[in-house]
């Protein structure tokens, strides 16, 4: 199967998975060791100043972990463009109905970086008025997309995961996929005014995952959400397909956050042109792997 093939495979039944999919097939000794090299200022109780619970960091890192090694055996690229430490925004495509990039890549940078990294992500703010949603998304260092959140987290030094195209990313049609939909231009002033490096990276496969075949604007309303995907098997659950991501060198801006429109939307078509040529690039390495393993 190659990633240009249409989607006609059933829904993924959990049942059918192999054992070593379990969560306990993680090592809690490993997610706990990992944990214990994280850089966050947890107090006695394990909580950060921002109120990161790493007892739910655990739990939730040992799940992410099973599905980055087994269930869609992540590969990432260019680990070493990411800061080891210090004020840094991750800056990338989205696609797949549901923000399993940003899971994937959370996971990537816990699992795969010397010492472990927390990369916190801007939240849409439906998520905020959904009760279990909201407390869970804040414990895990996931926090609403307020402009002075994202300046207060960079500023003491945290990594910011960023997906310029919002919820209009995750709502592209299965053949629109491997598109960039219009970027919003916040990202570059908040990294000019914080002098912070934007790494821009390609995620691929989120479309394959979760073939989004139609959006239900107004039900999606009704649950307080932007749509409803809607997939060939009804449900937006993910296939267990290869997925990677590739990080590409960082980009640092001259400037302070007070430049006219039209050089900051210069900034923001460079930096989405960067990570265009990172798809393009992990498109065909995932090609290549598709072909090769069995």
């Given at each position: 199967?190659?990633?240009?093939?249409?989607?006609?495979?059933?829904?993924?039944?959990?049942?059918?998975?192999?054992?070593?999919?379990?969560?306990?097939?993680?090592?809690?000794?490993?997610?706990?060791?990992?944990?214990?090299?994280l850089?966050?200022?947890?107090?006695?109780?394990?909580?950060?100043?921002?109120?990161?619970?790493?007892?739910?960091?655990?739990?939730?890192?040992?799940?992410?972990?099973?599905?980055?090694r087994?269930?869609?055996?992540?590969?990432?690229?260019?680990?070493?463009?990411?800061?080891?430490?210090?004020?840094?925004?991750?800056?990338?495509?989205?696609?797949?109905?549901?923000?399993?990039?940003?899971?994937?890549?959370?996971?990537?940078?816990?699992?795969?970086?010397?010492?472990?990294?927390?990369?916190?992500?801007?939240?849409?703010?439906?998520?905020?008025?959904?009760?279990?949603?909201?407390?869970?998304?804040?414990?895990?260092?996931?926090?609403?997309?307020?402009?002075?959140?994202?300046?207060?987290?960079?500023?003491?030094?945290?990594?910011?995961?960023?997906?310029?195209?919002?919820?209009?990313?995750?709502?592209?049609?299965?053949?629109?996929?491997?598109?960039?939909?219009?970027?919003?231009?916040?990202?570059?002033?908040?990294?000019?005014?914080?002098?912070?490096?934007i790494?821009?990276?390609?995620?691929?496969?989120?479309?394959?995952?979760i073939?989004?075949?139609?959006?239900?604007?107004?039900?999606?309303?009704?649950?307080?959400?932007?749509?409803?995907?809607?997939?060939?098997?009804?449900?937006?659950?993910?296939?267990?397909?290869?997925?990677?991501?590739?990080?590409?060198e960082?980009?640092l801006?001259?400037?302070?956050?007070?430049?006219?429109?039209?050089?900051?939307?210069?900034?923001?078509?460079?930096?989405?042109?960067?990570?265009?040529?990172?798809?393009?690039?992990?498109?065909?390495?995932?090609?290549?792997?598709?072909?090769?393993?069995?």
């Open positions: 199967m190659t990633d240009e093939h249409p989607v006609t495979s059933p829904a993924p039944d959990p049942a059918d998975r192999p054992a070593q999919a379990a969560v306990g097939d993680v090592s809690r000794n490993e997610i706990e060791a990992r944990l214990d090299r850089e966050l200022p947890f107090n006695a109780y394990g909580v950060d100043p921002y109120g990161i619970s790493r007892k739910h960091l655990g739990f939730a890192l040992r799940a992410l972990a099973a599905a980055y087994h269930y869609f055996d992540v590969r990432a690229y260019g680990l070493e463009h990411i800061p080891a430490r210090g004020r840094a925004m991750l800056v990338g495509n989205h696609s797949g109905g549901v923000a399993l990039d940003a899971a994937m890549v959370i996971a990537a940078c816990f699992l795969e970086l010397e010492p472990p990294r927390l990369a916190q992500g801007m939240a849409e703010k439906f998520i905020a008025r959904v009760p279990w949603a909201s407390t869970w998304t804040s414990r895990l260092g996931q926090f609403t997309g307020l402009p002075e959140q994202a300046e207060r987290l960079l500023l003491d030094e945290r990594m910011l995961l960023v997906f310029p195209e919002g919820s209009r990313g995750t709502a592209k049609l299965y053949p629109d996929r491997w598109s960039l939909v219009a970027f919003g231009h916040g990202f570059v002033r908040l990294a000019l005014k914080t002098r912070t490096p790494v821009p990276f390609g995620f691929i496969g989120g479309g394959d995952a073939p989004t075949v139609a959006n239900l604007y107004r039900l999606g309303k009704l649950l307080g959400a932007p749509y409803l995907p809607i997939t060939p098997y009804l449900l937006p659950l993910p296939r267990p397909v290869p997925l990677e991501v590739h990080f590409g960082p980009v801006l001259e400037g302070d956050g007070r430049e006219d429109d039209a050089t900051v939307a210069a900034h923001v078509a460079t930096v989405k042109a960067r990570i265009a040529a990172l798809v393009e690039q992990g498109r065909e390495s995932r090609r290549h792997r598709l072909r090769e393993e069995p």
